[in-house]
């Protein structure tokens, strides 16, 4: 026993080294959690010797490790709380005050540069997402992609956003600059290209759009121009590249234009009313033909959804909504424009008869639905009135085809259900 003691606090002295990254003050307690999710408490001033001299920066056979400090000349017990990733790498790191977040937080990726570097003055002194939604952040919080570039500075004065908060470019040059006042977006945005030249400038005030917002293309000609009051869209016009008037909005009325960033094309049509979006919904493909249409009433989807065929006016497939849900008829058509299978829901649930044709126009299949779950359905194969399996009270055997008559699959069901392989 003495020959492995020994062997083992040699180890945890190469994987630390003499001169690492320690807590501050002496250690009076930790926890360790491996990495087969074992749990062990470590007390004794004997066992906790060796670990005082361990880097707990550097990569370790861990999964957590929880290291609690004696109090120092205030009366204050620190404690450092650190995470690590599969490959032994560190991965989160959290300093603490007698039992509350408060300190250093810093997050690593797996390959061992550094995600995040921010100052934690409250909180849950733990490293789940529950906990950090607890948090107060001061001063300024840095965030760095995977090679280590600088990708945003956020600033924070006692857990409000507070100044302007950057982001950047991989190359980096400013991609987006928001100004906070008080934890409201206060101020002008800016977006700029990876070259440095602006795209977009957005004013706000005390959180909502007010004012003047622009966009240009890369060649500095105007793209768009919006003037909001309270977040509501009073007046816009919207250009293509070469500077010919797309849509526009007056008294807060008409169509807000959408471009695709890569082609230029437009992409989008969003119609206004009353300073809102509200109405008809236009998504165009990339080579400029009506793609999808559907209707916004009070921020939802409500009504018929379209979506065409490519290049065509034959509609591919209906949908009805009501509030953002599905309900009533759902129907998808042949590029020849004949009829493909048609049903319906009710509150995003399967509800009622359901069909499916072949594509010379036999029936493929008749269902009925009771919220998703199948009660009954009758499978036939192409040319034959007679079904080839059936579902009863929601216990069979349903048959897939393809539209040309093709055997697809054959799915058990079992309680309305189907069943999964091995059940």
């Known amino acids: 026993m003495k020959m492995k003691s020994y062997i083992f606090t040699a180890l945890l002295l190469f994987l630390g080294g003499c001169a690492g990254r320690t807590g501050g003050g002496d250690l009076i307690n930790m926890q360790i959690i491996d990495r087969n999710g074992f749990t062990e408490t470590i007390g004794s001033k004997e066992r906790l010797s060796p670990y005082s001299r361990v880097d707990f920066s550097k990569p370790q056979p861990y999964q957590r490790v929880l290291r609690v400090f004696s109090r120092n000349e205030e009366g204050k017990s620190r404690s450092v709380l650190t995470s690590y990733h599969p490959n032994g790498q560190i991965w989160q790191w959290l300093d603490s005050i007698d039992g509350r977040a408060h300190g250093n937080f810093q997050e690593w990726h797996a390959n061992g540069r550094l995600r995040i570097d921010l100052h ?19 001063g300024k919080a840095a965030v760095f ?103 526009t909005i007056d008294k807060g009325t008409g169509f807000k234009a959408q471009f695709d960033p890569e082609s230029g094309s437009l992409s989008e049509l969003h119609e206004c009313q009353g300073g809102r979006s509200e109405g008809v919904v236009k998504l165009f493909s990339p080579g400029g033909c009506l793609k999808t249409v559907y209707k916004i009433k009070e921020g939802m989807k409500e009504g018929e959804e379209r ?84 579902v009863v009270n929601g216990k069979g055997l349903a048959s897939l085809f393809d539209p040309d008559g093709i055997l697809n699959k054959k799915i058990p069901y079992e309680g309305g259900l189907p069943l999964l392989e091995g059940q």
């Not at 490293?127 to 952040?137: G, I, N, Y």
């Not at 857990?159 to 991609?175: C, I, K, R, W």
């Open 120 to 138: 934690v003055i409250d909180g849950t002194a733990d490293l789940t997402e529950l906990a950090q939604k607890s948090w107060l952040f001061e």
């Open 145 to 247: 992609d995977e090679n280590g570039n600088l990708q945003a500075e956020i600033f924070y004065e006692k857990g409000v956003l507070s100044a302007p908060s950057l982001h950047y470019h991989p190359n980096g040059n400013l991609q987006k600059r928001v100004p906070y006042v008080a934890g409201e977006i206060d101020g002008e945005v800016e977006l700029f290209n990876d070259q440095g030249k602006l795209l977009e400038k957005i004013s706000y005030k005390r959180g909502v759009k007010e004012g003047l917002a622009s966009g240009y293309w890369e060649n500095g000609q105007l793209q768009y121009e919006e003037v909001y009051e309270n977040a509501f869209l009073k007046t816009a016009r919207y250009l293509d590249r070469k500077g010919a008037h797309v849509a």
């Open 307 to 390: 979506e065409y065929y490519p290049g065509s006016a034959l509609t591919k497939i209906l949908c009805t909504w009501h509030e953002d849900a599905l309900q009533g008829p759902i129907k998808t058509w042949y590029p020849d424009g004949s009829a493909e299978s048609s049903c319906s829901y009710h509150q995003n649930k399967k509800q009622g008869l359901s069909f499916a044709w072949y594509r010379d126009g036999d029936l493929m299949l008749s269902e009925e639905y009771h919220q998703d779950s199948l009660v009954a359905g009758s499978y036939f194969e192409r040319g034959s009135k007679r079904p080839i399996s059936k």
